[in-house]
Nanobody, 127 residues
Framework: QVQPVESGGGLVQAGGSLRLSCVVS????????TGWFRQAPGREREFVAT????????YYTGSVKGRFTISKDNTKNTVYLEMSSLTPDDTAVYYC????????????????????WGQGTQVTVSS
């Protein structure tokens, strides 16, 4: 059974950095990509970044481009989200989610297309 588990959240000052990790236990060859999403209080869950397990194709949402970097280690079944130049607007619960292929290149932003989700890790950025 595929199960993503996030870690690495915490409290950081504006301008600081954090690295989140997502271990995708039970990952199989059907796993096509793993993505990061976030949800702030009172807001909908939004796409942050995603990466394919083969080829390492990456996509980011516009607000994090140049500040966040997604990467993976296939040998550890782990996806990382390196976050820098953090602002209070980045405060949210961050979730990682795994998915099969499907129409990935057209719907990679859609949370509903991801099959299994972690419990989330809180990131709080103070001003």
């Amino acid at each position: 059974q595929v199960q993503p588990v996030e870690s690495g959240g915490g409290l950081v000052q504006a301008g600081g950095s954090l690295r989140l990790s997502c271990v995708v236990s039970g990952r199989t060859s059907n796993s096509y990509a793993t993505g990061w999403f976030r949800q702030a209080p009172g807001r909908e869950r939004e796409f942050v970044a995603t990466i394919t397990w083969r080829g390492g194709v990456v996509y980011y949402t516009g607000s994090v481009k140049g500040r966040f970097t997604i990467s993976k280690d296939n040998t550890k079944n782990t996806v990382y989200l390196e976050m820098s130049s953090l602002t209070p607007d980045d405060t949210a619960v961050y979730y990682c989610a795994d998915r099969r292929g499907g129409n990935f290149y057209s719907d990679y932003r859609e949370a509903a297309r991801y099959d299994t989700w972690g419990q989330g890790t809180q990131v709080t950025v103070s001003s």
